[in-house]
């Protein structure tokens, strides 16, 4: 196994924009997770 810097990895670039799609919409503006939501499910785990 080798370590690689996370821009050079490509299959990291599919959860970042995921994650800040998600990110977006929580925070209001829902446009880039409107793009992705027939793609997702996302799963809220609350903690109490």
Do not use: N
């Not at 446009?31 to 996302?42: G, N, P, Q």
């Amino acid at each position: 196994m080798a370590h690689m810097p996370g821009p050079k990895d490509p299959l990291l670039w599919v959860p970042d924009v995921v994650y800040g799609a998600v990110t977006y919409e929580r925070t209001g503006d829902g446009e880039y997770f409107e793009i992705l939501t027939s793609r997702l499910e996302v799963i809220t785990i609350t903690v109490h």
